[in-house]
């Protein structure tokens, strides 16, 4: 149990720095996984930049978003974010919290983001949007409050992500990398999306989209095995600076040791 829980940990911190070196994460947003003994339970890094994570910066917490143990350094104030989601999807196994750039022009605007691309259709046909003024009026737009966090976790459903209204998005998985990879593709098609509106604005058109059966096939490649071993390998190189250290196939929650162990190094 000890190492199979030391494993996670690494994986954790390592899907923190993928998903910072990517734009995904910046100085702020957060990914935790559930505790791989006790479902009661998930890991969340103190709080910190996503990039610096390291596997001791983990920290345990129940479903209602208290430590664990009693804290010795800063939390999240938005945990209850994981915490909710956990409670109310027990097949969610990974969260993640961001506010990437290629995301906020559509959560600003109010605007969909639709499958317009292949690795696009991981996110599902349109992710559901969450307004916290509906329910609570105005606030700061942190998720802090427990019955804010449940309210998410309501207009999440049973989807994949969420877009939050003029603040950002969450996104589940099954497990961590289906998670990053997940991240990483929504904000690829974003991107792609928005592009592709400015192209067709000139013929007074929207940007087209996937057709469902399409969204439906080509959502299950992505989280086929060799697909989600293929870019999370990909992905580990890159942080370690593109030297493929991490290339070779390796087995869940140990491919990224190497390329961790020269990154700090390099500190």
Not at 52 to 80: C, G, K, N, Q, W
Request: charged share 25%; net charge positive; hydrophobic share 40%.
């Amino acid at each position: 149990m000890a190492d199979k829980l030391t494993d996670i940990k690494e994986e954790l911190a390592l899907a923190n720095r993928i998903l910072a070196h990517e734009g995904v994460l910046d100085a702020f947003g957060h990914v935790s996984v559930r505790h791989p003994a006790d479902p009661g339970r998930y890991l969340l890094s103190r709080s910190r930049s996503p990039a610096l994570i390291e596997p001791a910066d983990i920290l345990e917490f129940t479903l209602d978003s208290e430590p664990v143990r009693p804290p010795t350094a800063h939390l999240y104030a938005e945990r209850v974010i994981h915490g909710c989601i956990y409670q109310a999807r027990p097949d969610v196994t990974a969260v993640c919290h961001h506010h990437a750039p290629a995301v906020m022009p559509f959560v600003i605007a109010g605007k969909p983001i639709v499958p317009v691309f292949h690795l696009g259709a991981a996110i599902g046909e349109e992710p559901p949007f969450w307004d916290q003024q509906d329910e609570f009026g105005d606030t700061n737009l942190l998720v802090v409050k427990p019955e804010e966090g449940r309210s998410l976790a309501r207009a999440l459903g049973d989807q994949s992500v969420v877009l939050m209204n003029r603040h950002g998005a969450t996104v589940v998985g099954a497990d961590l990398k289906e998670l990053v990879s997940r991240a990483i593709f929504m904000c690829q098609n974003a991107e792609y999306q928005l592009r592709a509106l400015l192209l067709r604005a000139f013929m007074l058109g929207t940007a087209p989209t996937l057709p469902r059966g399409e969204i439906k096939l080509a959502g299950a490649i992505s989280r086929l095995p060799n697909v989600v071993t293929r870019t999370w390998e990909y992905w580990s190189a890159r942080v370690d600076g593109g030297s493929g250290a991490a290339a070779a196939p390796a087995s869940p929650g140990k491919g990224a040791k190497p390329a961790r162990r020269k990154a700090r190094r390099k500190k």
